[in-house]
């Protein structure tokens, strides 16, 4: 009888053994997601404390016991989610996620700039309306979602949270200068205002959920090309830590597919250079679909797709797919001077075109008479402004730009991003002509962009070019970073991506403490 209810005994203790192991094995499965939903309820008590605060004038105790219980939480779900993985794809998850929502969550709605006329075009597409009118360039939305550009704080928003969605009410937007945007880059933030409309969610909170929408796009780019690029692992990880990055995908902005599918094609060249060893049917299908992908962001980021030409001077590849790279870079040229041909059918009308006399024709006609002084004017804007593009690549100005960084803060970060290429071991680097291949597709786009606002923003004739900020130059900023890395020379820490994330984890928790003061 005695060995029966031994026995008995132990057969329960394995059955328990056995349950808790399932248990801590689909928790382990989940904690991205778990942490995910816990950043949102942390994001939303804090959101709910600060409006309290605003209205009563008073500390709510409860709601702040909730959310020290909740960051709990998420410390826990942090260092739970790199102790069972310490791969660098898996610390850029753990790290990344809360930040993400905070940004998402206290960036004042239509305080991303331009995300009130990225809206206004995701929502349209979202209506199947995927070109916008050519003759009264005007696109229609909802009432409601135009009345949010009158909304200044968090208990503005706050108020309207609880209003009944109505879609059906439209109002006409006039001249909309992301109608000249490519559809693709609003696929997240269309398909979620899509299935809001469809479920009549509160158009505030449609806003919202098509920002977060755009980060989860993120979240997945970055993880995977953490996981695939072959070297330069750290200095990615701090590219994708930037404020100005974070700021931008959590947003409705057409920046955050731009800023996605531009490192998931440089990161997939690397790859197949690399780490691949055929070049098969799939890769070749991946390779063209990214490459279409970036045809069809600004057209003034096409020539990344260049960088391809690595491969076709890539001895491992046969001559049929050389041919094939050749062909789809060819076919990224075509769609992308195709796509700006046709976007010249809308007429620019904006307020500041109009009343400055800007004249894109006139302008070109300038340069055209004085090609020396337009060399001197690009070298002198460089000059001039370059230290402010580069602090605003980073993230010194956030908001509409009125959110200013403190500039240590920048300089620190700055650092963090020179330094990164040399905090970890290499097996793979580029070699000279790779680099300076590189190095000519960076500046050859920097060129672009201070050219094609010096087109259609600056007054005929300027010596300084206006309208450039430092978030444009996010899509090529990696080229250069990965040129620095250098092939096992290097300086080793143990676990330096933890540090680094740990890092820049920081400097954005001050960021967003900033976005809070500004906005309460």
Known sequence: MEDFKRKELCS??????????????CFEKFSFILEFLASILLSTLIFKFIC?????????????????????????????????????????????????????????????????????????????KIIGDTKLQEESVPTQMRSLEDVANYYDEYQLLNVKADYASQSDKEFNVCMTYPPLVYIMPSLTFFVCRMLNINILIAIYLARISNFIMFLFTGWICLKKI?????????????????????????????????LAFVTYVLYLKFENEKFDKKHKIIFILLAIGLAFTKHIYFPIAFIALILVFDKKLDKKSKAFIIITMALVTIIAVGWFLFSNVYKDVREYILVNEVSLTNQLKYILKNPIKFIDILCSTTFIRGGTYTSQLIGSNLGLLTIK????????????????????????????????????????????????????WTLVGKDIIDG?????????????LLCLVIRRKNIEIKNVSIYVASFAFLINLYAISKIIIFFS
């Open 52 to 128: 309290n605060y605003m209205h009563f004038n008073c500390v709510s105790k409860t709601m702040l016991v909730f959310i020290v219980m909740v960051s709990i939480i998420i410390l826990f779900l942090v260092f739970f989610n790199i102790k069972k993985n310490k791969k660098i794809e898996n610390v850029f998850l753990s790290f990344m996620i809360p930040l993400g929502i905070m940004y998402a969550t206290f960036v004042l709605v239509y305080k991303v700039p331009d995300e009130q006329a990225h809206a206004y075009r995701a929502y349209n597409i979202s209506n199947f």
């Open 405 to 456: 960084l403190n500039n240590f803060v920048i300089v620190l970060y700055l650092l963090l991003i020179l330094v990164s290429p040399f905090l970890e071991k290499h097996n793979y680097a580029l070699n000279f002509k790779e680099r300076l291949l590189f190095v000519i597709i960076a500046v050859g786009i920097f060129l672009l962009i201070l050219t094609g606002l010096y087109l259609s």
């Open 468 to 480: 450039v900020q430092g978030r444009y130059f996010i899509p090529i900023a990696i080229l250069p």
């Open 230 to 262: 072959p070297f330069g692992k750290i200095a990615v990880l701090v590219y994708l830590f930037m404020p100005m990055m974070i700021h931008q995908v959590a947003s409705i902005s057409a920046d955050a597919f731009i800023n996605c599918i531009s």
């Open 12 to 25: 329960l203790k394995k059955d328990e053994k056995v349950c808790s192991t399932k248990i801590f094995k």
